[in-house]
């Protein structure tokens, strides 16, 4: 059973991230490369020489294979990682979910990891300053643990006691989150919501199949 749950777990953690990996360069990697632009005072320059950020200019960039190969190899890794926690946790249960169970354990997962640290930290690309990381890296880590046990006591509790998950979830929002860092940026606003917009996206695609994957895999 460990054999097949780690086998799994890694068949569907590398599946996943190098979707997540693809969906990234395709739709996140050009923004962050125009951002980068900003960052180094170079806008002007960058936008000429083509930054396709998804508005129609259908300006093309040049490739940099070894970054490309490193985000796929990191979203590899992160989403195997990522699979063998979801695996455990999964075997935890009496039975095994079936496939769209496990699209919605991989959710579950997507708005533990990203979507709520994302209300209280937000997404940041290249030229706009954020907290201080050890701060960031603590309450991180607080929200992910906090909003996966509200979300599995929401799911799986019984009663009364079960509404306490909401207050897990709600907890880390209180105030608690590093004072975000508001300083004059040259980046334009639409960059920055396109870029949060993008990148939450292709992390719920990618947990979904990254959960369901590792139910059918599981199960098999």
Known sequence: MLHKLVTGAVIAGFS?????????LLAV?????LAETFELGDHAH???????????DGHAYSI????????????????AGFALVLAAVMSVRPALPTLRQGILWGLAGFAAVQLAPA????????????AALSPRQIWWFATVALTAAGLW???????????????LITVPH????????????????????????RTLAVG?????????????????
């Open 153 to 167: 006591t929401l799911a799986f509790g019984r009663g009364a006691w079960a509404w306490g998950g909401l207050g």
């Open 29 to 33: 990697q050009p923004l962050l490369l």
């Open 16 to 24: 996943a991230g190098l979707l997540a990996a693809v969906l990234h």
């Open 204 to 220: 719920a695609i990618a947990w979904a199949t990254l959960g369901g994957l590792t139910a059918v895999l599981l199960r098999r």
């Open 46 to 56: 960058g936008a000429a020489v083509a930054h396709d950020t998804g508005d129609g």
């Open 119 to 130: 209300f209280g930290q937000p997404l940041v690309p290249p030229g706009l300053e954020a």
């Open 64 to 79: 940099d294979w070894t970054r490309n190969a490193l985000t796929l190899l990191f979203f590899a890794l992160t989403y």
């Open 174 to 197: 209180l105030g608690l989150a590093p004072a975000a860092v508001m300083t004059a940026t040259e980046v334009p606003g639409t960059l920055i919501a396109l870029f949060t917009a």
